[in-house]
């Protein structure tokens, strides 16, 4: 099992210029999440998603959009990039059954927005 | 109001010592569970704790334990025996209410403690 992957791992984009950052995770999981993470500031939630087809807004949804079209993939996209966009971003997944609780996280991915 | 708050933006801890990583939450909701988490330099974060709000005793993995004083609503990490690679950032997160619940398992993060351990 690869777990959660991220794609890509790095990437600088110029303000206005749009991306999609790619979570995949082969566990079958129902719940997907993706995070940025600031200095100092620890990771907070963007968007969500509890199933195929579904998403959700977290704490700082603005500027972000997201799309879960296949249970295995959660996107999350960048239409018009800015400065405070700049971040890591961490995907997470996690199987819903009862007594679960462990979120399991992505490598990262580090933006930069100049 | 922050849901978790951790107040020691750093600590230093002599390899083979222990140390206490603090953190205290608020929630009024009266299932959570609450994660320690470990993020080493190269950014992955690292799963090493957990306790239920429910839960009678106190979390325990290997050289890490959580005292959990649920009238306190504090949930420390406890390190034995630190490391060298103990040496990260460790933050502490929430999660509110059950499956059936509106949160659905999202996690609400502290700053974090950037602990360093040192020879």
């Known amino acids: ?9 790095f990437r600088v984009l110029k303000t206005g210029q749009s991306m ?12 997907m999440y993706w995070y940025r993470q600031d200095p100092g500031m620890g990771l907070r939630l963007i968007h969500y998603s509890v199933g195929e087809g579904t998403t959700a ?6 500027g972000y959009n997201v799309s879960r079209l296949k249970k295995q993939n959660f996107l999350l996209g960048l239409e018009s990039a800015a400065p405070s966009q700049t971040s890591v971003y961490f995907c997470a997944s996690m199987v819903h059954a009862p007594g679960s609780y462990e979120q399991y996280f992505g490598p990262g991915t580090r933006l930069t927005v100049t | 109001a922050q849901k978790i708050t951790q107040t020691q933006p750093g600590m230093f801890v002599q390899e083979k010592e222990a140390v206490t ?10 299932s959570y569970g609450l994660f320690w988490y ?7 974060m690292i799963f090493l704790i957990y306790q ?9 993995e290997g050289r890490y334990s959580l005292n959990f004083q649920k009238a306190r609503k504090s949930a420390n990490l406890v390190i034995s ?3 060298l690679g103990d040496s990260a950032m460790y933050f502490c997160a929430m999660r509110e209410g059950t499956d059936r619940g509106s949160t659905l398992g999202r996690l609400y993060f502290g700053r974090g403690t950037q602990l360093t351990v040192w020879p």
């Open chain 2, 21 to 30: 990583l603090d953190c205290t939450y608020d929630t009024s909701d009266p």
């Open chain 1, 20 to 31: 999609t950052l790619l979570c995949a995770q082969d566990m079958n999981h129902e719940y």
């Open chain 2, 52 to 60: 239920g709000s429910y839960d009678q005793q106190n979390a325990t």
């Open chain 2, 38 to 44: 470990k993020q080493p330099s190269s950014g992955e």
């Open chain 1, 1 to 9: 099992n690869a777990g959660v992957t991220q794609t890509p791992k």
């Open chain 1, 57 to 62: 807004k977290g704490e700082v949804p603005d």
């Open chain 2, 81 to 83: 025996a630190s490391q």
